[in-house]
């Protein structure tokens, strides 16, 4: 094999690791507007605006992939076109020795990064959770308030 196809074969390798990569943001977008777009129909949304999301730094889900995958999961549904707001939730244990929260930064050893004490207690650093959704009333109540504005 000469330099120009193992080029090409690893260009490929990672090409479809990227992907698979992607796969699992794409699931978890697919999920979340799921969610969403139930319960902006519950409320009687015509659209979702914004939908913030707390994540944590250990939730396993890539920040850029699961924006890459957000607009393609939201496609069709009430969430299309609707900005997804990440708030990062950094991981946060208790140490027993030191008596308090102690926050980890990557790779995330499960030692107090004071005392050097292993720590098991996660406080916080797994969330994938929704926080709010902004959304906008149904076009049905916006008709209904331009009619009683016109005819008073
Ligand atoms: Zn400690």
């Known amino acids: 094999m000469d ?15 990227a992907i698979l990569a992607w796969m699992h943001e794409l699931s978890i977008a697919y999920n979340l507007v799921e969610i969403v777009d139930a319960a902006a129909r519950n409320a009687g949304a015509a659209r979702v605006n914004v939908v913030h999301l707390r994540l944590g730094a250990m939730a396993g889900v890539v920040e850029d992939a699961l924006q890459f995958s957000f607009p393609i999961a939201a496609t069709g549904t009430l ?5 997804l707001v ?4 950094a991981v946060q244990v208790y140490c027993d020795r ?19 004490q292993p720590v098991v207690r996660l406080l916080q650093g797994r969330e994938l959770q929704i926080e709010a959704i902004e959304i906008e009333e149904s076009a049905a109540e916006k008709e209904a308030d331009v009619h009683a504005t016109a005819h008073p």
Request: a positive charge.
């Open 98 to 116: 030191c008596a308090a929260p102690q926050t980890l930064a990557p790779p995330f050893v499960f030692r107090c990064p004071v005392c050097g």
């Open 86 to 89: 990440i708030e990062p939730v």
């Open 79 to 83: 969430a299309e076109g609707a900005a």
């Open 3 to 17: 330099c120009r196809q193992a080029a090409k074969r690893a260009r490929v390798h990672v090409r479809t690791c």
